[in-house]
């Protein structure tokens, strides 16, 4: 049905995959495992006709349709002006004027900022109405085909991205990583209908970490530094390589950077009773929580119960943020402070965060924007401004890959990025909302036992964002949890 014979594959004149020889016969699920950097989203994009060979043959069965599930981050490919909308998903007005679901699966999508909905002419609908229902049914969002893009959490927005897919009928499925980001109750569920999937005859071929592989999944294909290390037929008996990080050193130089000048507070953060409402609903309700200075929390709760709505209030990135009470480095909220006054003392990071950036931009760039807090590089650096990027670089094994532009990394390359971009400012408040997503387990050890150090030996004041435990630094000694937009 597939076959690769010697295939490599490469992009910017980087040789990413080599020597590829691999089957997938009639019937076999497969997953793609392999360290951040293996190649696994590359030839994920190989199987769908995304990426084309440098050298060696690839055969497909012409009467087979492959469809590759769209990763979250090309939803604006999908949903076209309506990217928009998914984009500024904080923005109360957009939540009122965005498309549904039902408008997006049905590729009948108005403009942004149509006013008179008459004057615009929209294609027919892609396909029959129970059809539609019959697919939202068996991806458990029937329910939300009214829906606002802007209102889905990140699980809902996965299942309607492989609604998006099933709907044209595949015989096969390609998936990248589809469990990144999710709680442990997407996960669950995600896994349920994967697993039907093979009973309705669909392929499944999908690059995930061991700890979500589906039970559908009767071959794993393993990769590393962008070769096939090993095959496995079920029953799997895989090893992982679990690194050691007990003797992890800070690189020379980083205690060097000169102290934030911005620290003199007692209370990072102070909120009382915050609410935010879309459409009536209210996805904050009435949170009290109050960070002082040097205090490490985790913010916890299942997808879609308000963390990334509270840190927006935060950042200032959501306008009914003016409307609630509270307090930020002592100074109550809406006291004459720019947002650039409040951004300059936070390090952030967010699953949407590359969103807007550039993807053609050099690494380099994208970490040294973070020390103007912008969404790319428009200033010339200063010679110690450079050493600094290049420090934090160092910090987080970037510096081989300082040159190389965002595209060209693979996703948990890109994440390591912008973990750099948000440290580089020494800033007192660190928000890291899911800061480990697309790290494979070692780079994920890594960086949680650094960013304890880092924590521990610069005294920062800490809010991290994680559906897993293990993924918690030692300094987290404080908890909030969230559920349907409660402090519980």
């Not at 004149?13 to 293996?38: C, F, K, P, T």
């Not at 428009?378 to 890959?401: A, G, S």
């Not at 404080?478 to 349907?484: A, V």
């Amino acid at each position: 049905m597939l076959s690769f014979d010697h295939v490599s594959i490469s992009k910017n004149d980087h040789l990413i995959l080599s020597e590829i020889n691999w089957q997938v016969a009639r019937g076999e699920n497969w997953a793609i495992i392999g360290e951040s950097g293996s190649g696994k989203s590359t030839l994920i994009d190989t199987i769908a006709g995304k990426v084309f060979p440098l050298k060696g043959k690839i055969s497909r069965d012409k009467d087979k349709r492959i469809e590759l599930v769209p990763r979250d981050y090309s939803f604006h490919k999908i949903v076209g002006a309506a990217y928009q909308y998914y984009q500024q998903r904080y923005n109360s007005y957009d939540s009122e004027i965005g498309p549904t679901v039902e408008e997006i699966l049905q590729g009948r999508v108005k403009p942004i900022w149509t006013v008179n909905e008459n004057s615009v002419e929209l294609a027919p609908p892609l396909y029959e109405n129970d059809w539609v229902i019959e697919v939202s049914r068996h991806l458990r969002i029937d329910h939300l085909l009214q829906r606002k893009i802007t209102s889905l959490s990140n699980g809902e927005t996965r299942r309607t991205l492989l609604t998006i897919s099933l709907l044209k009928k595949p015989d096969i499925l390609v998936l990248d990583n589809p469990f990144t980001g999710l709680d442990k109750e997407s996960r669950r569920l995600l896994k349920e209908i994967l697993d039907e999937f093979s009973t309705k005859g669909i392929q499944v071929i999908i690059a995930l970490n061991m700890q979500d592989l589906p039970d559908s999944i009767d071959h794993i294909l393993e990769l590393e530094e962008g070769k096939i290390k090993a095959s496995h037929i079920k029953p799997f008996r895989i090893e992982e390589n679990k690194s050691n990080v007990s003797g992890l050193k800070i690189p020379e130089g980083f205690h060097s950077i000169a102290g934030n000048k911005n620290e003199d507070f007692e209370t990072a953060i102070k909120f009382n009773k915050a609410t935010v409402t879309y459409s009536g609903k209210r996805v904050l309700d009435s949170v009290d929580w109050e960070v002082k200075k040097g205090e490490r929390w985790a913010l916890m709760g299942p997808n879609g119960s308000g963390k990334s709505t509270l840190l927006s209030l935060i950042t200032g990135d959501n306008p009914q943020c003016y409307q609630n009470d509270f307090v930020l480095f002592d100074r109550k909220r809406g006291t004459g402070e720019s947002i650039w006054d409040i951004k300059k003392k936070i390090g952030f990071i967010s699953p949407e965060l590359h969103l807007y950036f550039n993807r053609t931009i050099e690494v380099w760039k994208v970490v040294a924007s973070g020390l103007f807090d912008s969404a790319g590089l428009f200033k010339k650096l200063t010679d110690e401004q450079m050493d600094t990027v290049k420090t934090y670089m160092e910090l987080i094994n970037l510096r081989k890959f300082e040159n190389r532009r965002l595209i060209h990394l693979s996703s948990g390359q890109q994440r390591q990025v912008f973990l750099a971009r948000a440290l580089v400012k020494n800033p007192p408040l660190l928000l890291l909302d899911e800061p480990c997503q697309g790290l494979d387990y070692n780079q994920m050890v890594y960086f949680r036992e650094l960013l304890n150090q880092i924590i521990l030996g610069l005294n920062k004041t800490l809010v991290y964002v994680t559906h897993y435990e293990d993924e918690i630094p030692a300094c987290v000694t404080r908890r909030i949890n969230l559920s349907e937009g409660k402090s519980i």
